[in-house]
């Protein structure tokens, strides 16, 4: 069984950076791209951005686009997404999730169905 869990969260300005983390265990965590998702009250969860296995392919929905920042260590099953010019809108409850496989196309945009484990979310909050 994988469990994610994320941590990282919080209460933050806007204009502000949070670091989100998210730590899995199992030994397969090199195997999968990674992935981050967030959802605010009243909306559907939405895709953030992902990582591939290795770390060398990433790609961000266009309201993450140069304010956010995808990695991953592999030697310590953790993956971050680094939050930077933070606004209001962003404010939601961000999922750290599992891919189905380990690569990721930069070209192409991703759902919910693509990612089969979740963690339990961390919030963040951004206020104006």
């Known amino acids: 069984q994988v469990q994610l869990i994320e941590s990282g969260g919080g209460l933050v300005q806007a204009g502000g950076s949070l670091k989100l983390s998210c730590a899995a265990s199992g030994r397969l965590f090199s195997t999968y791209a990674m992935g981050w998702f967030r959802q605010a009250p009243g909306t559907e969860r939405e895709f953030v951005s992902a990582v591939s296995r290795g770390g060398s392919v990433t790609v961000y929905a266009d309201s993450a686009k140069g304010r956010f920042t995808i990695s991953r260590d592999n030697a310590k099953n953790t993956v971050y997404l680094q939050m930077n010019s933070l606004k209001p809108e962003d404010t939601a409850v961000y999922y750290c999730?599992?891919?189905?496989?380990?690569?990721?196309?930069?070209?192409?945009?991703?759902?919910?169905?693509?990612?089969?484990?979740w963690g339990q979310g961390t919030q963040v909050t951004v206020s104006s």
């Open positions: 999730a599992r891919h189905r496989g380990g690569s990721i196309d930069s070209a192409r945009e991703y759902s919910t169905r693509d990612f089969d484990y």
